[in-house]
Protein backbone atom coordinates (compact mmCIF):
# COMPACT_ATOMS: atom_id res chain seq x y z
CA UNK A 1 0.00 0.00 0.00
CA UNK A 2 0.93 3.71 0.13
CA UNK A 3 3.59 5.04 2.17
CA UNK A 4 4.01 9.08 2.53
CA UNK A 5 7.44 10.39 4.36
CA UNK A 6 7.15 13.82 5.44
CA UNK A 7 10.75 16.15 6.48
CA UNK A 8 11.76 17.58 8.74
CA UNK A 9 10.06 16.74 11.66
CA UNK A 10 10.64 19.95 13.48
CA UNK A 11 10.91 23.55 11.65
CA UNK A 12 11.59 26.62 13.41
CA UNK A 13 12.03 29.97 11.05
CA UNK A 14 12.28 33.72 11.55
CA UNK A 15 9.20 35.64 10.99
CA UNK A 16 9.04 36.61 6.89
CA UNK A 17 11.39 34.13 6.45
CA UNK A 18 10.08 30.85 4.39
CA UNK A 19 9.97 27.06 5.12
CA UNK A 20 9.88 23.93 3.08
CA UNK A 21 8.44 20.91 4.05
CA UNK A 22 9.21 17.61 1.92
CA UNK A 23 7.42 14.37 1.37
CA UNK A 24 7.72 11.18 -0.52
CA UNK A 25 5.35 8.45 -1.57
CA UNK A 26 5.34 4.92 -2.73
CA UNK A 27 2.85 4.19 -4.89
CA UNK A 28 3.28 5.44 -8.72
CA UNK A 29 -0.68 5.03 -9.17
CA UNK A 30 -0.98 7.69 -6.64
CA UNK A 31 -3.02 10.83 -8.11
CA UNK A 32 -4.36 13.37 -5.44
CA UNK A 33 -1.60 15.44 -2.75
CA UNK A 34 -3.24 17.68 -0.33
CA UNK A 35 -1.85 19.49 2.61
CA UNK A 36 -3.36 20.00 6.35
CA UNK A 37 -2.71 22.50 8.93
CA UNK A 38 -3.79 21.07 12.34
CA UNK A 39 -3.23 23.68 15.20
CA UNK A 40 -2.84 22.21 18.75
CA UNK A 41 -6.21 21.14 19.55
CA UNK A 42 -7.79 21.52 16.93
CA UNK A 43 -9.14 19.73 13.75
CA UNK A 44 -6.77 18.95 10.81
CA UNK A 45 -7.70 21.30 7.95
CA UNK A 46 -6.69 21.81 4.03
CA UNK A 47 -4.26 24.21 3.27
CA UNK A 48 -3.85 23.72 -0.41
CA UNK A 49 -4.21 20.39 -2.83
CA UNK A 50 -2.50 19.22 -5.64
CA UNK A 51 -3.39 16.96 -8.20
CA UNK A 52 -1.19 14.50 -10.61
CA UNK A 53 -1.75 16.35 -13.98
CA UNK A 54 -0.15 19.60 -12.72
CA UNK A 55 3.53 20.62 -11.65
CA UNK A 56 2.59 23.56 -9.52
CA UNK A 57 -0.51 25.60 -7.71
CA UNK A 58 0.14 28.61 -5.44
CA UNK A 59 -2.65 30.44 -3.30
CA UNK A 60 -1.37 33.60 -1.56
CA UNK A 61 1.77 32.48 0.08
CA UNK A 62 1.17 28.69 0.22
CA UNK A 63 2.69 26.80 -2.73
CA UNK A 64 2.90 23.40 -3.38
CA UNK A 65 5.00 21.35 -5.96
CA UNK A 66 4.91 18.27 -7.33
CA UNK A 67 7.27 15.86 -9.03
CA UNK A 68 5.60 12.78 -10.26
CA UNK A 69 8.37 11.31 -11.62
CA UNK A 70 10.61 11.30 -7.94
CA UNK A 71 7.92 11.16 -5.90
CA UNK A 72 8.04 13.65 -4.00
CA UNK A 73 6.01 17.31 -3.33
CA UNK A 74 6.63 19.78 -1.21
CA UNK A 75 5.31 22.52 0.78
CA UNK A 76 6.15 26.26 0.36
CA UNK A 77 5.45 29.31 2.87
CA UNK A 78 6.59 32.44 2.32
CA UNK A 79 6.40 35.66 4.05
CA UNK A 80 5.96 33.54 7.21
CA UNK A 81 3.52 34.42 10.00
CA UNK A 82 3.23 33.48 13.66
CA UNK A 83 0.15 32.13 13.07
CA UNK A 84 1.39 29.80 10.50
CA UNK A 85 2.84 28.03 13.64
CA UNK A 86 1.08 24.80 13.96
CA UNK A 87 1.59 20.98 12.36
CA UNK A 88 1.40 20.42 8.66
CA UNK A 89 0.87 17.04 7.06
CA UNK A 90 1.05 15.88 3.29
CA UNK A 91 -1.16 13.06 2.74
CA UNK A 92 -1.24 10.95 -0.47
CA UNK A 93 -4.78 8.92 -2.31
CA UNK A 94 -4.89 6.69 -5.77
CA UNK A 95 -7.59 6.37 -7.67
CA UNK A 96 -8.72 3.26 -5.99
CA UNK A 97 -8.37 4.42 -2.46
CA UNK A 98 -12.09 5.95 -2.64
CA UNK A 99 -10.73 9.01 -1.04
CA UNK A 100 -8.78 7.66 1.75
CA UNK A 101 -5.87 9.96 2.43
CA UNK A 102 -2.77 8.37 3.84
CA UNK A 103 -0.98 10.87 6.01
CA UNK A 104 2.47 11.73 6.43
CA UNK A 105 4.01 11.99 10.71
CA UNK A 106 3.90 16.03 10.54
CA UNK A 107 5.95 19.01 10.52
CA UNK A 108 5.91 21.24 13.37
CA UNK A 109 6.32 24.93 12.22
CA UNK A 110 7.77 27.37 14.82
CA UNK A 111 7.80 30.95 13.15
CA UNK A 112 9.86 33.03 15.70
CA UNK A 113 8.45 36.91 15.75
CA UNK B 1 -25.06 22.53 9.76
CA UNK B 2 -21.82 24.15 10.49
CA UNK B 3 -19.49 21.05 10.17
CA UNK B 4 -18.68 17.19 11.19
CA UNK B 5 -19.49 16.97 14.63
CA UNK B 6 -18.51 14.54 17.09
CA UNK B 7 -19.23 13.45 20.35
CA UNK B 8 -18.02 12.73 23.02
CA UNK B 9 -14.86 15.38 22.93
CA UNK B 10 -13.15 13.33 25.76
CA UNK B 11 -13.64 10.18 27.03
CA UNK B 12 -11.58 8.20 30.26
CA UNK B 13 -12.08 4.60 30.47
CA UNK B 14 -11.08 1.62 32.28
CA UNK B 15 -9.15 -0.59 30.60
CA UNK B 16 -11.50 -3.63 29.66
CA UNK B 17 -14.37 -1.24 29.34
CA UNK B 18 -16.78 -0.51 26.17
CA UNK B 19 -16.82 3.00 24.45
CA UNK B 20 -18.85 4.09 21.83
CA UNK B 21 -17.85 7.67 19.49
CA UNK B 22 -20.31 9.07 17.72
CA UNK B 23 -19.97 11.08 14.21
CA UNK B 24 -22.50 13.43 12.56
CA UNK B 25 -21.34 14.02 9.14
CA UNK B 26 -21.61 17.77 6.99
CA UNK B 27 -25.72 16.74 5.78
CA UNK B 28 -25.06 16.53 1.71
CA UNK B 29 -21.88 14.29 2.76
CA UNK B 30 -21.73 10.57 1.92
CA UNK B 31 -18.59 9.66 2.49
CA UNK B 32 -17.03 9.00 6.31
CA UNK B 33 -14.16 7.94 7.60
CA UNK B 34 -12.82 7.28 10.81
CA UNK B 35 -8.99 8.06 11.64
CA UNK B 36 -7.03 7.79 14.38
CA UNK B 37 -4.55 9.93 16.18
CA UNK B 38 -1.55 9.61 18.39
CA UNK B 39 0.87 12.23 19.69
CA UNK B 40 2.97 13.46 17.29
CA UNK B 41 1.83 11.68 14.41
CA UNK B 42 -0.17 11.73 11.26
CA UNK B 43 -3.69 10.30 11.20
CA UNK B 44 -4.56 6.65 10.28
CA UNK B 45 -7.14 5.52 8.29
CA UNK B 46 -9.55 2.92 10.15
CA UNK B 47 -12.41 3.09 7.96
CA UNK B 48 -14.67 3.99 5.16
CA UNK B 49 -18.42 4.23 4.61
CA UNK B 50 -20.35 4.85 1.34
CA UNK B 51 -23.73 6.07 2.75
CA UNK B 52 -24.44 3.34 4.90
CA UNK B 53 -22.27 0.53 3.27
CA UNK B 54 -18.74 -0.13 5.05
CA UNK B 55 -16.35 -0.38 1.89
CA UNK B 56 -13.07 -0.60 3.31
CA UNK B 57 -11.22 -1.45 6.78
CA UNK B 58 -7.57 -1.07 7.70
CA UNK B 59 -5.93 -3.99 9.33
CA UNK B 60 -5.00 -1.38 12.11
CA UNK B 61 -9.12 -2.79 13.16
CA UNK B 62 -8.57 -4.92 15.59
CA UNK B 63 -11.86 -7.57 16.04
CA UNK B 64 -12.50 -5.27 19.56
CA UNK B 65 -13.50 -2.29 16.80
CA UNK B 66 -16.73 -2.15 14.94
CA UNK B 67 -18.31 0.82 13.18
CA UNK B 68 -21.80 1.45 11.57
CA UNK B 69 -23.84 3.94 9.47
CA UNK B 70 -26.78 2.42 9.64
CA UNK B 71 -28.77 5.02 7.90
CA UNK B 72 -26.14 6.36 5.88
CA UNK B 73 -25.99 9.08 8.00
CA UNK B 74 -24.33 9.40 11.51
CA UNK B 75 -22.09 6.61 12.40
CA UNK B 76 -20.97 5.04 15.60
CA UNK B 77 -17.09 3.69 16.47
CA UNK B 78 -17.18 1.49 19.40
CA UNK B 79 -14.43 -0.04 21.00
CA UNK B 80 -14.90 -3.08 23.08
CA UNK B 81 -12.42 -4.68 26.13
CA UNK B 82 -10.34 -1.23 25.57
CA UNK B 83 -6.66 -1.42 26.44
CA UNK B 84 -4.37 1.59 27.02
CA UNK B 85 -2.60 1.18 23.56
CA UNK B 86 -6.07 2.04 22.32
CA UNK B 87 -5.46 5.66 23.65
CA UNK B 88 -5.69 8.17 20.75
CA UNK B 89 -7.62 10.59 19.27
CA UNK B 90 -10.81 9.45 17.06
CA UNK B 91 -10.92 11.93 14.33
CA UNK B 92 -14.28 11.66 12.11
CA UNK B 93 -13.89 12.95 8.65
CA UNK B 94 -16.71 13.47 5.37
CA UNK B 95 -16.58 14.55 1.87
CA UNK B 96 -18.96 14.42 -0.97
CA UNK B 97 -19.10 11.90 -3.51
CA UNK B 98 -17.80 12.37 -6.53
CA UNK B 99 -13.24 12.82 -7.21
CA UNK B 100 -11.26 12.95 -4.44
CA UNK B 101 -11.12 16.14 -2.69
CA UNK B 102 -11.01 17.83 0.82
CA UNK B 103 -11.98 15.86 3.60
CA UNK B 104 -13.67 17.65 6.35
CA UNK B 105 -12.63 17.11 10.00
CA UNK B 106 -14.13 17.10 13.17
CA UNK B 107 -12.67 17.86 16.39
CA UNK B 108 -11.87 14.51 17.65
CA UNK B 109 -13.07 12.50 20.17
CA UNK B 110 -9.88 11.73 22.76
CA UNK B 111 -10.04 8.54 24.26
CA UNK B 112 -8.27 7.92 27.08
CA UNK B 113 -7.87 3.94 28.93
CA UNK B 114 -6.27 4.18 32.41
Redesign the interface.
Known amino acids: GEN?E?HPSTLSVQEGDSAVIKCTYSDSAS??F?WYKQELG?????II?IRSNVGEKKDQRIAVTLNKTAKHFSLHITETQPEDSAVY?C?A?S?G??????????TKLSVKP | DTGVSQDPRHKITKRGQNVTFRCDPISEHNRLYWYRQTLGQGPEFLTYFQNEAQLEKSRLLSDRFSAERPKGSFSTLEIQRTEQGDSAMYLCASSPAGATGELFFGEGSRLTVL
Open positions: VQNYPKRPQLDFASPSQGNLIFGKG
